[in-house]
């Protein structure tokens, strides 16, 4: 029950996310081709599986965008107000999914799994 109701949390989120970034009439060619980008912080696991855990966990969590988001609603900078709606719509779609932060363990361990 307890995944189900996650998964609805982000599916609100995402959703927002894209409502959000609708509304700022951004492009969406841009949405498309950046939205997968967040993924390139599973570049840490060839380094190690704990620091790629580490690595990958810092950028799938929200309060790295959303401080983003909050710095350039703040400035007016439109370019981060795009790039931060895109991360968290992809940390949503993410978890939407059942993905999720990642244990040390393994790769497939994710804290969605173990909730």
């Known amino acids: 029950m307890i995944k189900?109701?996650?998964r609805i949390e982000n599916a609100f989120i995402l959703i927002s996310s894209i409502y959000w970034y609708s509304y700022c009439h951004f492009n969406w060619t841009v949405f498309a081709v950046l939205l997968?980008?967040?993924?390139?912080f599973?570049?840490?696991y060839f380094v190690d599986k704990t620091?790629?855990?580490y690595i990958y966990n810092?950028?799938?969590t929200y309060l790295l965008p959303a401080i983003l988001l909050v710095y350039?609603?703040?400035a007016t900078q439109q370019t981060l107000i795009m790039f931060s709606t895109i991360?968290?719509?992809?940390?949503?779609?993410d978890r939407t999914f059942g993905f999720g932060l990642k244990y040390v363990s393994n790769f497939k361990d994710?804290?969605?799994q173990n909730v």
């Open 4 to 6: 189900f109701i996650l």
């Open 36 to 40: 997968l980008v967040p993924d390139i």
């Open 42 to 44: 599973m570049f840490g």
């Open 51 to 53: 620091r790629g855990t």
């Open 58 to 60: 810092i950028g799938h």
């Open 72 to 74: 350039g609603l703040s």
């Open 87 to 93: 991360w968290i719509a992809h940390i949503a779609m």
């Open 110 to 112: 994710t804290h969605m």
